[in-house]
């Protein structure tokens, strides 16, 4: 069946590549440093909205899932308004979406394709997190008292991505069916940003991608503020899906006079009973 798609070309780790690749990222203007070991590869990136009817990507198969969502608006450059409403309708929605008995939101990031924003959309397929360091991340940012209370729960890393400025025109999100994923492909790669407050030097690792072309990529075009995706990150829960790899892209027709994408990627942590 034929599909509409969209070509482009993506942020691949060069199939040849056998070192550690780097980000750096210099905290002004977002300008992002990468390694040698990157390259941009075309890849068709299928319509999701196109699909079949009846077809529904979920969290336990592709690791991603559109869902219709209508927070409370708040100033999203505000981080305490953020945190003090935004936070609860996220943990809200979670729950809705999964089944997910709690649900911990500890993070997120505001993403602006204008001028003078210190971040704008990432361009470099991606899952936040190695096997390693997605616990790590939950230790740090839930104590160990919290993972404690849910010892042998089911716990899975959930970003909540949507729109804060109407349609996306521009830079979208593509995201990899995990169904289509092989770990072989998965390269650690170091990352290193600088704190703009503070001025402190962070590092972490995150799992970047050689290129397969067994590899199936989707997006949602048009994504309005009431859309939002769920992208799975971590999942104790090893007959599941492992993770959604995911970045930013150019749209074929996107040019200087699209709107910049506005976006907010909040993080949370899910338990389930079962």
């Known amino acids: 069946m034929k599909y509409d798609v969209e070509k482009t070309k993506l942020h691949f780790i060069k199939s ?3 070192g550690t690749p780097f980000i750096n990222y210099s905290g002004h203007d977002e300008l992002q440093e990468y390694s040698e070991d990157y390259s941009f590869q075309e890849v068709e990136i299928i319509n999701a909205r196109t699909l079949p009817e009846g077809k529904i990507f979920g969290l336990d198969k592709e690791a991603f899932k559109l869902a219709t969502f209508k927070p409370t608006e708040v100033d999203f450059l505000n981080v305490d308004a953020v945190k003090d409403s935004y936070y609860s309708d996220v943990a809200a929605l ?4 999964t089944g ?19 971040r704008h959309p990432a361009y470099h397929i991606h899952n936040d997190y190695t096997f390693e360091t997605g616990e790590s991340r939950a230790l740090s940012v839930l104590g160990k008292d919290v993972l ?13 991505w949507r729109s804060i400025d109407g349609i996306v025109e521009k830079d979208p999100l593509a995201l990899m069916d995990a169904t289509t994923l092989d770990i072989k492909d998965l390269v ?4 290193s940003f600088n704190d703009i407050k503070t001025a402190e030097k962070h ?45 930013a892209f150019s749209l074929s027709d ?3 006079n699209s709107k910049p994408r506005q976006s907010i990627e909040t993080r949370t942590y899910a338990f389930f009973d079962e």
């Open 100 to 118: 997910a008995t709690n649900v911990f939101v500890f993070d997120h990031t505001v993403r602006r394709g204008i001028k003078n924003s210190n």
């Open 203 to 247: 590092r972490g690792e995150i799992f970047a991608l050689k290129q397969n072309p067994n590899q199936k990529w989707y997006y949602y075009p048009k994504m309005d503020a009431d859309e939002a995706i769920l992208i799975k990150g971590v999942d104790t829960d090893n007959l599941n899906a492992l993770f959604a790899m995911h970045t």
């Open 16 to 18: 040849e590549s056998t």
């Open 94 to 97: 979670v729950k809705k979406e």
């Open 188 to 191: 650690r790669t170091k990352i």
């Open 148 to 160: 404690a209370r849910f010892s042998g729960k089911r716990m899975i890393q959930i970003n909540v």
């Open 254 to 256: 996107q040019n200087e």
